[in-house]
């Protein structure tokens, strides 16, 4: 009866690891679908592109049990980047990375590009949304077109 409960139990365990493999295989791949279709992998096998108007554009999908991962666009010459997060759930999560003068500057920002409490107080960080506004538009503007994130 010992042995019979074992295998149970082990059973069990294994068809939970089944369930949640399935469910992460097929949440991820259904919601990355359409921003790895607008950017095929590459010849080294990432979604990975630089357009002719110098924006690099990437999608990184979620690692193996991840439900996390992330669209990029920046601006090299610029070092300027926005990255968003899509949520399992709906909707997304903003990042602004900046470079400037040796420095630099992670702002979360949320769909209308304003600083997030968690960086609110921050001084610098309103500073620097406000003073690379326009940049920080065009980013976002560039993320819109290329995955239609509205």
Known sequence: MKKFKKR???????????IWNLSWYAIT??????????IPKNKWGLHFIEKDDGYIYSVKKPDYLSFTGNLAVANNDKQ???????????????????QKDGLAYEIYVDENLKPVSKDATNKVSIQKVEEYKDELEAL???????WDLN
Do not use: H, Q
């Open 8 to 18: 149970y139990f082990f059973l069990i365990i294994v068809l939970i690891f089944g």
């Open 29 to 38: 791949t259904i919601k990355y679908n359409k921003y790895v279709e607008a």
């Open 80 to 98: 300027e980047m926005l990255i968003v997060w899509p949520l399992i759930t709906g909707g997304y999560e903003y990042g602004f990375r900046l």
């Open 140 to 146: 976002r503007s560039k993320a819109d077109k290329m």
